[in-house]
């Protein structure tokens, strides 16, 4: 049995590509639809801040890497971070 609630998750889950995060978007909601809050559907929780990161790697610059921000809209936004040091929320998913 796991010892806290994401044991389960330990080895199975990974970082959600540009797209998927995307896709969890909901624009009728929070800020998204003229309100506060985070354009996310209720059926995906709270999310912890604004940026996320994501799987997805520039094109043009292995140093940047894409984050959805939740709270100005689900809009990929590029993100410089080469050193590693930027803190980003992040939301893990599992292949099925």
């Known amino acids: 049995m796991p010892?806290?609630?994401?044991e389960s998750f330990?080895?199975?889950s990974r970082n959600?590509?540009?797209?998927?995060?995307?896709g969890i978007?909901?624009?009728t909601r929070g800020s998204c639809a003229g309100g506060s809050?985070?354009?996310?559907?209720?059926?995906?929780?709270?999310t912890g801040g604004s940026f996320t990161w994501t799987s997805t790697a520039s094109a043009e610059n292995a140093g940047e890497v894409w984050a959805v921000?939740?709270?100005g809209g689900p809009g990929g936004v590029l993100v410089?971070?080469?050193s590693g040091t930027i803190e980003l929320s992040v939301r893990l998913v599992r292949d099925w």
């Open 37 to 46: 809050g985070p354009c996310l559907h209720p059926m995906f929780g709270p």
């Open 80 to 82: 410089a971070d080469a």
């Open 69 to 71: 921000d939740f709270n």
């Open 3 to 6: 010892n806290t609630p994401y």
């Open 16 to 22: 959600p590509t540009l797209d998927e995060l995307q």
């Open 25 to 27: 978007a909901d624009l």
């Open 10 to 12: 330990r080895g199975s």
